[in-house]
């Protein structure tokens, strides 16, 4: 073989071997993209509107992944369980004659599980972050719950408002209540 028909077999095979790594690359992207997307559902849409691009916000889920999975996460025991499951009832009962408190004795309440399970709950953002890597359907009815409450130590929100907050923190606070562990309701839901 002669010099330039090596240089030329090594060239072409330079290029395969980097159109195959570029692929494989593309590729790991977008199973980590369908990934995300997948368990983050829509706090990834949320994500890329708040960081503007999807690179961004996936290195942000991703992020919130890692920082998440070193919490000790833990279920409730069951003597918790009951405990909070009476102060809920407790908060909507008390909805009745004072709203705007039990709005507050709800936010309350969902800190105070948070904190139980193992959840920092010291910044609401850094709350939301982390709550959405195992309760991403939810997030947003926090999210809604907590602007309310905020209306409401202003005195802007209505009755109806209140309402609706008490709805929003019921959804997350049930998820938070749950005892199935989130890896496992994954896989109780896929069947």
């Given amino acids: 073989m002669s010099v330039n028909t090596t240089a030329i077999v090594i060239l072409v095979i330079v290029v395969v071997v980097i159109a195959i790594a570029l692929g494989a690359v593309v590729l790991l992207w977008r199973r980590r993209s369908l990934r995300l997307r997948e368990q983050f559902g829509p706090e990834y849409k949320h994500a890329v509107r708040q960081y503007g691009d999807e690179r961004k916000a996936e290195a942000e889920l991703a992020a919130r992944e890692k920082r998440v999975h070193k919490l000790e996460i833990r279920a ?38 948070m904190q139980t399970r193992g959840y920092p709950v010291g910044d609401f953002e850094q709350r939301t972050a982390d709550i959405s890597v195992d309760h991403p359907n ?52 896929e069947r």
């Fill in 76 to 113: 409730l025991a069951p003597e918790e369980h009951s405990r909070f499951a009476d102060a809920w009832r407790k908060a909507q009962t008390r909805f009745v004659d004072e709203p705007s408190k039990a709005v507050g004795e709800a936010n309350g309440l969902i800190k105070e599980v």
């Fill in 138 to 189: 939810v997030v947003t009815n926090y999210r809604a719950a907590h602007y309310i409450a905020s209306r409401n130590n202003k005195g802007e929100a209505t009755t109806e408002d209140l309402r609706q907050a008490m709805v929003h923190y019921r959804s997350l606070f049930e998820e938070l209540l749950d005892t199935t562990e989130p890896a496992k309701k994954e896989a109780t839901h």
